[in-house]
C-alpha cells in the first residue's frame, strides 16, 4: 500500500482565495483525521470521520472550514475564504480501528 | 475525558546521553499508548506502541512501559545520536471514545555532537 496520499504537498494562495486540500486514505481503515500544526499551537485535532461520517468537528476552527469525506477513499477540507493565520501544515491520518494512526506526509499551506 | 501530557520542550541533549521524555495519560478505559516522532519536513511517524498494562514497546533503541497504576509511558534511549533530533508526541487511543486519537504537544529534542 502507498499509505496515507496527501495533495497538494505545498500550496502557496492569496487571502481570500478558496483552498482545498485532499487525503486518500488507507484502503480498509474506517477513520480518517485531519489535524492542523503550527508552530504556536502545535499540532490541533480539526475533525475525525468513522466510516464516513463526521464524529467530532469540535476542532473546526470557524465556519469558514468544512470537510467531507463522501466515500472511503476520499476526503478534503476546504477553507473558504482562507487567510494568513491559516497557513500552517495540514495533517491527514487513517486509523483501521486497532493498532495504530498512519499519517501523510501533509500540506504545506501558506496564504498571502 | 481522554488526553495527554508530556513534557515540555524544547530538549538539547549532547550525543551519547540519556534520554527521557515524560508521558502521562487519562483515559475512561484501557487504551493504546504510542509515541510517534516527526523529522523535520516530515509527517508522523509511529516510534513505538504499547496495547495492555506493562508491556514495553521498543524500536530504534527506544523504550517506554505501559504503567497503569502511574498512569505514564515515558520514552527512554540510553544514548542518543544527532540522527535523534526530531519532534516526539505521546498518544493514546481509546475504544471507549470511539476509536478517537489524542496527542500531546510534542516535545522538541536536539542532539548536539
Known amino acids: 500500500d502507498a499509505g496515507v496520499i496527501q495533495s497538494p504537498r505545498h500550496e502557496v494562495t492569496e487571502m481570500g482565495q478558496e483552498v482545498t486540500l485532499r487525503c486518500k486514505p488507507i484502503?480498509?481503515?474506517?477513520?480518517l483525521f485531519w489535524y492542523r500544526q503550527t508552530m504556536m499551537r502545535g499540532l490541533e485535532l480539526l475533525i475525525y470521520?468513522?466510516?464516513?461520517?463526521?464524529?467530532?468537528d469540535s476542532g473546526m476552527p470557524e465556519d469558514r472550514f468544512s470537510a467531507k469525506m463522501p466515500n472511503a477513499s476520499f476526503s478534503t477540507l476546504k477553507i473558504q475564504p482562507s487567510e494568513p493565520r491559516d497557513s500552517a501544515v495540514y495533517f491527514c491520518?487513517?486509523?483501521?480501528?486497532?493498532?495504530?494512526?498512519?499519517f501523510g506526509q501533509g500540506t504545506r499551506l501558506t496564504v498571502v | 475525558g481522554d488526553s495527554v501530557t508530556q513534557m515540555e520542550g524544547p530538549v538539547t541533549l549532547s550525543e551519547e546521553a540519556f534520554l527521557t521524555i515524560n508521558c502521562t495519560y487519562t483515559a475512561t478505559g484501557y487504551p493504546s499508548l504510542f509515541w510517534y516522532v516527526q523529522y523535520p519536513g516530515e509527517g508522523l511517524q509511529l516510534l513505538l506502541k504499547?496495547?495492555?498494562?506493562?508491556d514495553k514497546g521498543s524500536n530504534k533503541g527506544f523504550e517506554a512501559t505501559y504503567r497503569k497504576e502511574t498512569t505514564s509511558f515515558h520514552l527512554e534511549k540510553g544514548s542518543v545520536q544527532v540522527s535523534d533530533s526530531a519532534v516526539y508526541f505521546c498518544?493514546?487511543?481509546?475504544?471507549?471514545?470511539?476509536?478517537?486519537?489524542?496527542f500531546g504537544t510534542g516535545t522538541s529534542l536536539t542532539v548536539i555532537p
Open positions: 484502503s480498509g481503515h474506517n477513520s
Open positions: 491520518a487513517s486509523f483501521p480501528g486497532v493498532t495504530e494512526a498512519f
Open positions: 498518544a493514546l487511543s481509546d475504544r471507549n471514545t470511539g476509536n478517537q486519537f489524542y
Open positions: 470521520f468513522n466510516n464516513n461520517v463526521p464524529i467530532d
Open positions: 504499547a496495547t495492555k498494562a506493562d
